[in-house]
């Protein structure tokens, strides 16, 4: 008989925590949940007590967490009092690609994990069930096992898989009504024991049928998997869109008709600037890096090129720009609508303005921001962060503007780096007026309608067309 858990307690406040555990909470009112981070300003961010200050902006996440917390969901700094009182304890923390040492710039840095296995090796007096909500990278488990069963405390440890496949601006639909839930343990009995008891705390709102058991290096390899696959979609179209605008085909034409084919299906043929986010590079990154260090050449190759033809995306957008511009942008304001990573999030991670700013700030542009959801600091945080230039040049050429019609007053052109749906409403007969002519505008995410627009007085110039 698996154990019925009623004490959950989550490492990491983050993207994932909090949404995940904001969703068990919410569906499953028997059981305490305890989100705990290291970072006191976002838990202290979750605790407003209004919740639309919540740090993560997601449609429809305020509601659940104001229905949930202080019922059974409590956010803490108290990280040991937590993972003592805890039968269940997720590990949700940050595992980003490293910036030093051996595999620099491609392995996922797996120091938080390590620590937080560390931690609850330290602080458990009782059996515990440890559930790797991280991305991380195939075997990871074996690294987790291996620190917590040498406390020689006695403390029984099972170790469970259960990646998470939430997409951000859709987290909470995601969360409610996943494709499917996936948990990889051990084939021991205890291990199945565990892997059992988590089951039945999704079965708590998941069809059973949806809920996917498999063994840890399965689920461990699938998430990256279907990262790398998703991924792939993207960079695929990216790829014909750069093809069909030196022959005349349309990308959306293109998307449409392929997708109609169910063997390929419409979904993540949608041409962009280039994905962006704190999963997809990262991702592919650590799998390149685990087919390199098997020797598995040919395989690291295959996936690398899809990061490669993104930031050959990327670029290519920032340079169409130049181009366009009389091959010169010295000077010049460019007014970006967007700087998130996709609509619906406040999230920056890996956005593929961040890039396409920086090149244009290389060519000493002048740029103006305006997104609904991104604050000033962040925008300059992005930028510094590249170490391209210094954070004064930063400042001095970029600002955040929160009206959009004021970030394009007076622009020589406009750039879409983020697909709001206001962006469709804007009343564009104004804002052409109030612009440097003539007025270019750079659509990186198809958003605008383009006939419309052109027949304003615009020279637009969208994606694959
Ligand atoms: N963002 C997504 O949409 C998404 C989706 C699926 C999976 N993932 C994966 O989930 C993991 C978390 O991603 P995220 O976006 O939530 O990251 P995040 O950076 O938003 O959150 C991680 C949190 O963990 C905290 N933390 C780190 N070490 C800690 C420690 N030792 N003790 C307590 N707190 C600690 C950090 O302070 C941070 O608040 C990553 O492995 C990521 O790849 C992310
Ligand atoms: O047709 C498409 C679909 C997506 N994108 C871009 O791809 C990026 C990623 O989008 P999306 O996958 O929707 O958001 P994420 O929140 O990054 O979610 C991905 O990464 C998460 C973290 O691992 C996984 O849990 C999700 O399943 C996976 O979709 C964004 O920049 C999108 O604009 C496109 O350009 N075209």
């Known amino acids: 008989m698996a154990k019925k858990i009623t004490k959950i307690c989550c490492i990491g406040a983050g993207y994932v925590g909090g949404p995940t555990m904001a969703v068990i909470a919410q569906k499953c009112p028997g059981i305490q949940v305890t989100v705990v981070d290291l970072n006191q300003a976002r838990i202290a961010a979750w605790n407003d007590p209004d919740t639309e200050n919540i740090p993560v902006y997601e449609p ?143 079965a708590n709102w998941v069809p059973r049928e949806k809920i996917l058991t498999t063994n840890l290096w399965s689920s461990e390899l699938s998430k990256l998997t279907a990262n790398a696959f998703l991924a792939q979609r993207v960079s695929s179209i990216n790829a014909l869109s750069e093809l069909c605008e030196h022959t005349g085909a349309d990308v959306f034409e293109v998307a449409r008709s392929i997708g109609t084919d169910s063997r390929i299906g419409p979904k993540f043929l949608n041409a962009s600037v280039g994905f962006g986010g704190s999963c997809f590079q990262k991702d592919i990154l650590n799998l390149v890096y685990i087919a390199r260090s098997y020797g598995l050449q040919q395989v690291a190759d295959y996936w690398e090129q899809v990061i490669i033809m993104n930031d050959h995306q990327k670029r290519r957008f920032g340079t169409k720009i130049v181009r366009t511009l009389y091959n010169t942008v010295s000077g010049k304001k460019i007014a970006f609508l967007g700087w998130a990573f996709k609509k619906d999030t406040n999230d920056t991670r890996e956005s593929a303005a961040i890039y396409v700013a920086d090149d244009l700030l290389n060519e000493q542009a ?100």
């Open 60 to 202: 429809g996440l305020s509601a659940v967490v104001a229905e949930a917390r202080g019922r059974n969901l409590f956010f803490s700094t108290n990280v040991d009092e937590a993972i003592a009182e805890a039968e269940m304890i997720f590990i949700s923390v940050n595992t980003p690609t490293k910036t030093y040492g051996t595999g620099k710039g491609m392995a996922a840095d797996l120091k938080y994990i390590e620590l937080c296995a560390r931690q609850i090796a330290r602080v458990s007096k009782t059996d515990k069930i440890i559930v790797e909500k991280s991305t991380l990278p195939v075997r990871t488990a074996e690294a987790v096992k291996s620190i917590l069963q040498n406390t020689g405390n006695n403390v029984q440890f099972q170790i469970l898989s259960n990646p998470e496949f939430l997409a951000e601006g859709t987290a909470v639909e995601d969360l409610h009504a996943p494709d499917r839930i996936l948990i990889g343990g051990d084939p021991t009995e205890e291990g199945q024991e565990a892997l059992q008891a988590l089951v039945d705390v999704y």
């Open 366 to 465: 002048n740029i103006a921001v305006y997104d609904p959801k991104v604050t000033a600091d962040q925008i300059q945080g992005d930028l510094n962060y590249l170490h391209s230039r210094s954070e004064a040049e930063n400042s001095a050429l970029v600002t955040a503007v929160t009206d959009p019609y004021e970030c394009c007053k007076g622009a020589h052109a406009i750039a879409i780096m983020t697909e709001w749906d206001e962006f469709k409403t804007y009343d564009w007969e104004r804002i052409y007026a109030n612009m440097t002519k003539p007025a270019f505008l750079f659509d990186g995410r198809n958003v605008v309608d383009r006939k419309k627009l052109s027949d304003i007085g615009f020279k637009v110039y969208s994606i694959g067309k």
